[in-house]
């Protein structure tokens, strides 16, 4: 049987956790000039300060929370820097630094040094700008709501919808302060720098031409669509991270409405939903305070139970506009492969959210690194122990190293962790110290090994406990031995004269993609690249020679190797043996 277990978790993430990330990580920008944001409600509750109306609704703890609420909170208007705050409040600036990292942290400030002059016209109204400011976490993109409001000043938007959508739209935007909005008149060509809304509805050579344009001039357009009681946003054509219009134009249905209900101006029951909806989605793509949904995919809102689906797009395989360098190519890739790094590939960096780098440090997040797979009722063999000293001995010694220290060292440094006095040792609590760099510091690779005839080791089947340092017996029957060994291809060249030492790393893509989504099997398979990088160097600096096998046919075997709970994906096979003067004994 195999068991998860963690480490005891903690509620929140530690203010100097936070404030020594926000000084270190260059991702993070602290306010020069720290400002509560507008439209937040401060609440006292027995155990600290409740702050709700942002982005997410933060609960601070501890017996600083009173303090900060009645001393710093009050002082945050932008006035004052952290040495001014440490004046009026009396504190260290370490303390007030410790305090504005956490509220920074919280997304309950921005920075009033960083504020920009109003733009010129009536900007947005009072309620969507004190919107803007008390969201402005929800991605993080701008230091100040004024960059917002600067930001919908300069937007265009051209419309090419039904009729029933223009007003509702136009109203919607010009509250937020974007009154740049004209429809698109047929045959009319937009500017460079305006975003385009067609509605699939419209009649096919309208949608045709515009798909066109933007495909020939590389500019933005954003699909949607209203009918059968189900709105869809999307997909935004963007030429900088999107399939191009012309796999936009692909992917989805035209079915144009009859001429005399497309400019029927009376609205029908879901067109002010679909209106607000894409209303939102065009502020999140104009002024940057939220994630953008239709970004390399559709949202599909269905108006009776109100549920949503998002479906990804991705390029056509042979679309010379998407891979231009498949031009000329006599055979194409798979497009499996292709379409999963595409859909789960990073948005250029002038799209990222930086809000999204804050989920490292959330504690669910840090949590999962101290997870650790255990087979806690199986027997166990505890392994010399392997440091950067004695892995030099190993090296230098005369005579070649036994079976159990090599193998100990081959298991330490890829996939172990590291020792007291080891170099690089880390004594943050925070982190778990391994020897191989994995994402997210998870440790996804876990190694099992098959061993025959090995001086002093046991035949069977065998996985490395790295927080243990040990080996542990996954069988007691040695036929499972010789069956996974025929499937990674029987004997070696020697006919099992030497001893069979294999090794087999699997990848724990469940709980990685607790953290990363489907990228999670993107960064197994990178992990598993680092181990086997540190295999390599640890077995060539004893003496050993390495062949990768390929681990396939053992994936049919999974629960033979690894247990019902063991990982899930099997991703490298690798077989040790002697180089002859070198050999271990």
Known sequence: MSAL???????????????????????????????????????????????????????????SASALRRLLLPLLDGSRDIAGLARATGWSDSAVHQAVATLYFAGVLEDAAQTVPPPEGDGPSEPAAVWMSRTLDCARVHPHSSHAALAAARARVRLSVRASWQQPLRTALADLGITDVLPLAPGEEAPEDALVV???????????????????????????????????????????????????????????????????AAPTPGAATAAGLIAEELRALLLRGEPVQSLGGRLVVDLADLSTTTYKLTPEVGCRACYPTAAGRDGLPEDGPLHYEHA????????????????????????????????????????????????????????????????????????GLRGPGDEGESTDPTRVNRWAPTGGNLGSPHVYALLRDVPGLPDGVHYYDAADHALTAMHPHTEHLGTLLAALGGEAEDGGTRPGVHLVLASDVGRVARKYGPFAYRVGNLDTGCALAQLALTARAIGLAHGLLDPHPLQRHRELLVGAAGPALITAAVRLHDEGSGSCR
Not at 17 to 24: D, F, G, L
Not at 33 to 51: A, E, M, S, Y
Not at 214 to 232: I, P, T, Y
Not at 246 to 262: D, K, M, Q, T
């Open 198 to 264: 067609a509605d699939l509805a419209a009649p096919r050579a309208t949608v045709d031409r515009i798909v066109e344009e933007s495909a020939r001039r590389g500019s933005r357009l954003l699909l949607a669509d209203e009918r059968d009681g189900r709105v869809a946003v999307g997909p935004l054509v963007d030429p900088s991270a999107t399939a191009c219009a012309h796999c936009a134009r692909g992917a989805v249905a035209l079915r144009p409405l009859p001429p005399e209900e497309f400019l029927d």
């Open 5 to 63: 277990v963690s480490e005891p978790g903690q509620r929140g993430t530690p203010a100097a956790v936070v404030a020594a990330a926000v000084s270190t990580d260059p991702q993070f920008r602290l306010p020069a000039r720290p400002q509560l944001c507008r439209g937040l409600h401060v609440v006292d509750t027995p155990d600290g300060v409740v702050i709700d109306g942002g982005a997410e609704r933060q609960h601070l703890r501890g017996a």
């Open 344 to 415: 789960v590939a990073f948005p250029p960096r002038h799209l990222v959210n930086p809000k999204a780098h804050q989920h490292h440090f959330r504690p669910e997040n840090v949590g999962l690194q101290f997870e650790r797979l255990r087979y806690p009722n199986n027997p166990r063999l505890p392994l010399p122990d392997a440091s950067l000293a004695d892995l030099e001995k190993l090296t230098a010694g005369a005579e070649p190293p036994p079976w159990p220290e090599a193998l100990a060292a081959l298991m330490r440094f890829t996939a």
